[in-house]
């Protein structure tokens, strides 16, 4: 089990450093058709995202008897997490899109948000593989936070 925390530990250190590339990334630029292919990635992107953390909850509460799929959906999650610095690219703040345009005047809050997202859905696949119900409990919550803290700020009411 301490192997396999080992290469947990490595790709988390792997998906940092990543990460940074990343954030250059989210400064790329989309136009017409590109853009409202962006924003349904997005939305497909957390959507996704979303689904694991309520399966990863329905485990949690007992609800289901996966257990042993944990370890899978803290892996997944951990790479969904890891999309978040290029699902903004500029040009997807249009009317058809829910994100505010406030969102690329914040680079350095929004950053912090992601990095915080990443940071806990690490430690979430790290419990998951380790077993560690509470560990996977705290941290879904952590990545929750995020969640919230993003879309209060940058995600406009649906219309
Ligand atoms: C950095 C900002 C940010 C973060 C972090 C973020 N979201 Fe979002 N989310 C948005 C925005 C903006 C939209 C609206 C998408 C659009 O219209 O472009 C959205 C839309 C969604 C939707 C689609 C709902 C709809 O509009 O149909 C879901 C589901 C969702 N987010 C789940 C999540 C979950 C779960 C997390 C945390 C793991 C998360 N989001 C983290 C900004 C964020």
Redesign the pocket.
Known sequence: MFKGFGRVVAVVVVAAGLGAAGAQAQDRMVEGEMAGEA?KY??NV??A??AH?GAIAAILQGKVENKGDLAAHGASLDGLAGM?DDL?PKG?GEPA???RPAFFEDAEQ?AG??EA?KAASGKLAAAAAAGDMAGVGQNLGA??Q??GA??KQ??AP?S
Do not use: A, D, K, N
């Open positions: 924003v997005r939305v957390m959507r995202t979303g953390m978040f903004f997807t899109s829910r994100l929004v948000i992601i997202l990545m929750g995020q969640c993003c879309h940058y995600r649906q």
